[in-house]
């Protein structure tokens, strides 16, 4: 990943051999609900321009995209019921520490994100997305957020069933220019009351979240944490790959834990959130571990249990400077 600042529009991620360096999935973390008792499953994969076959030794492979990839469920398990909130999961890149600090992006010239993405799966999670960026002069527990807008598509419809991620066909890709300046200050899982400007020179990290539980569905009843329970997965924007151990370096990560119930104040492990944040109704933002309410989709079980097969399919995010009244979009 390129992370100087430049004049020009800024690659961030390229999953694309067109448009060389391809970023490996090594350099992201996952995470899901799994990592708390949930059923979620979340995986990362270059996806081959052409169907897989035998290569020549002598070839370099060459790839479409990278695609996020899973079964989401947001049943509870019996022995978690009351001690969780299940119906999310996600990835972003790693942070990288330095001598001299986090390894930032400067997109300070930028004025839009530009995602070129596409979407396979199950239509109840295609309106689900967001996009979120961690800025290194604010707490780990705070996040600026943006709804991703996916197009309705013939590879997105009623079936759950699991797909290839390797296989074809090809999703359809378009580009969407999110306005740096339009998302939405996160902090400790709430949105901001009064607007706060992000600090493009100092861009930390970039991720993709598919949240799937409204934040009024099945609200988790008073429990105890399991002992012994490790509570893992919750870090910048709710996922990652940091644990207990990360709360307890980390005083503001632990308070925000303690609040949501997966962590009691004396408490080393466990996992149970019993008084969730109330919703905003005029607001499209939300908690890493909900979503907005959206309309049904058939095939919905009658216990308000969702679940699915999600495919986010990307081939690159972009530091662009864009004036959508002059530029043409791109398709």
Do not use: C, M
């Given at each position: 990943m390129d992370i100087h600042p430049q004049t020009g529009p800024q690659t961030l991620f390229s999953f694309a051999s067109a448009h060389?360096?391809?970023?490996?999935?090594?350099?992201f973390s996952?995470?899901?609900?799994?990592?708390?008792?949930?059923?979620?499953?979340?995986?990362l994969a270059l996806v081959p321009s052409q169907p897989l076959a035998e290569p020549a030794a002598s070839s370099e492979p060459q790839y479409s995209h990278m695609a996020f990839y899973g079964y989401m469920s947001t049943a509870v398990p019996p022995e978690h019921a009351g001690k969780i909130r299940t119906g999310f999961a996600g990835f972003r890149n790693v942070s990288r520490s330095t001598l001299f600090g986090q390894d930032t992006w400067d997109l300070d010239l930028a004025t839009h994100l530009k995602v070129t993405v596409g979407y396979r799966g199950w239509e109840?999670?295609?309106?689900?997305?967001?996009?979120?960026?961690?800025?290194?002069?604010?707490?780990?527990?705070?996040?600026?957020?943006?709804?991703?807008?996916?197009?309705?598509?013939?590879?997105?419809?009623?079936?759950?069933?699991?797909?290839?991620?390797?296989?074809p066909p090809l999703p359809t890709f378009t580009t969407l220019h999110l306005p740096l300046s339009s998302f939405v200050l996160i902090k400790k899982g709430v949105v901001s009351p009064q607007p706060v400007s992000m600090t493009l020179s100092q861009i930390r990290t970039v991720g993709f979240a598919l949240l799937g539980r409204d934040r009024d569905d099945n609200a988790a009843a008073p429990g105890e944490p399991p002992a012994g329970k490790g509570v893992e997965g919750i870090t910048l924007g709710g996922w990652g790959k940091g644990g207990v151990s990360e709360a307890e370096d980390d005083p503001e990560l632990r308070q925000m834990l303690e609040e949501d119930r997966l962590l009691g104040p004396d408490a080393s492990a466990g996992s149970s959130m019993t008084n969730p944040p109330k919703p905003r109704s005029n607001s499209g933002y939300h908690r890493a571990s909900a979503a907005t309410a959206s309309a049904?989709?058939?095939?919905?079980?009658?216990?308000?249990?969702?679940?699915?097969?999600?495919?986010?399919s990307i081939k690159s995010v972009e530091a662009v400077k864009w004036d959508p009244e002059l530029d043409e979009p791109e398709q």
């Open positions: 060389p360096p391809v970023d490996p999935p090594t350099h996952t995470g899901s609900d799994a990592q708390l008792g949930g059923l979620t499953t979340a995986e109840g999670w295609r309106n689900r997305w967001v996009v979120n960026i961690g800025v290194d002069d604010r707490p780990r527990t705070d996040i600026f957020q943006h709804r991703l807008e996916l197009a309705p598509s013939a590879l997105s419809g009623p079936s759950k069933t699991p797909l290839d991620p390797l296989s049904p989709v058939g095939d919905e079980a009658q216990d308000g249990v969702r679940e699915g097969y999600y495919e986010l």
